[in-house]
């Protein structure tokens, strides 16, 4: 529950419903919904049934009406400008996966002075979740780090692939069942786009980001050697484990459709710890030495695999830090 607001009435609270609920069922995990609690009667009602995107935000007018503002990923307007001038440029791209015909939205990040330059480096960055989105919007955190990667001479992607929120609960739905390997056929397929219309060169690629985004690059270094360099971070490499010691099992056992020994065979399909051998990628792997979602002994795994293999990596432990980096060091 988000975002608690008092009707203008005083009858109701409205509020967010957050994506991941429990249910006597299990678990439902869907894109984020705007209800409202009566005081008087303690009724529920769900406003905005026909909205299919993802709500991010809601406020009431002087009229009482609720309004109620939905996930984006098209032009920014003018309120970040200024930043965005002194940043970089970006601009959002549509592309389609042949192999199922998918419509993937995604937001590319030019470096400075290369607005729609060609034959640019390709980085890679894919968002947490994977209920999430990247959005076409300036957002200043350890977390959303686009414009400083392009800052540094790379093209980055932020791709919506499958499992995104703001494209309905049937398209957030996909992954199920597939966590890694769905979404990854539509970030493979974005870098064939990209390398076939001449705006990347093919031996400049790299990949990474954190949580879930790690997730699919330590997927993604298995199933390709085309990558140059891959950045890990608070990833896992095998789910059985994850589910049993991670502060929100839950999540696993939706994503996999039940238990590890109901769909045992859905969690080793989907676990890199049994198809390392196949990476080629020079990885860089960071954790929090405290973290209690993704433990850090994941990444030393990862880090002793690869040090095996005779493949290049680097490890860099953040002590004091859990899961979020949010102390300053």
């Not at 980055?156 to 890694?180: A, H, I, K, M």
């Not at 690059?217 to 390709?224: A, G, P, S």
């Not at 696993?252 to 196949?278: A, E």
């Amino acid at each position: 529950m988000q975002r608690l607001q008092l009707s203008n009435d005083g009858k109701h609270v409205l509020y967010q419903q957050y994506t991941r609920t429990p249910i006597d069922t299990g678990f439902n995990d869907t894109q984020r919904r705007l209800l409202s609690f009566g005081l008087v009667n303690g009724s529920i009602e769900h406003l905005a049934k026909d909205f299919i995107r993802n709500i991010v935000g809601h406020a009431i007018d002087f009229d009482g009406n609720q309004l109620i503002r939905g996930q984006y990923t098209q032009s920014l307007m003018k309120i970040n400008c200024l930043v965005i001038e002194k940043c970089h440029e970006r601009k959002c791209i549509t592309g389609i996966n042949d192999e199922d015909n998918a419509i993937i939205e995604g937001i590319l990040h030019y470096p400075p002075h290369k607005f729609e330059a060609k034959n640019l480096p390709l980085f890679i960055l894919i968002h947490g979740g994977p209920y999430d989105a990247s959005l076409n919007a300036f957002e200043a955190n350890w977390y959303n780090w686009a414009p400083l990667a392009a800052s540094n001479d790379w093209l980055v992607l932020e791709s919506n692939d499958c499992g995104s929120t703001g494209y309905g609960d049937q398209f957030v739905d996909q992954v199920r069942r597939q966590p890694l390997s769905r979404p990854g056929r539509d970030i493979l397929a974005a870098v064939d786009r990209l390398v076939m219309d001449e705006i990347v060169v093919p031996n400049r690629l790299a990949v990474g980001d954190y949580s879930y985004g790690d997730f699919m690059t330590n997927w993604l270094i298995t199933q390709t050697t085309r990558f140059n360099a891959a950045l890990s971070g608070a990833g896992s490499l095998e789910h059985v484990s994850a589910w049993g010691t991670m502060d929100l099992p839950l999540i696993f056992t939706h994503l996999f459709g039940g238990f590890p020994w109901v769909v045992q065979h859905l969690y080793q399909n989907q676990s890199v710890i049994y198809q390392l051998d196949r990476v080629r990628t020079p990885t860089h792997i960071i954790t929090g030495e405290g973290d209690v979602r993704v433990y850090a002994d994941r990444s030393y795994i990862l880090e002793r695999a690869l040090h095996t293999l005779g493949i290049p990596v680097k490890l860099l432990q953040k002590y004091g830090h859990q899961f979020w980096f949010s102390k300053k060091q």
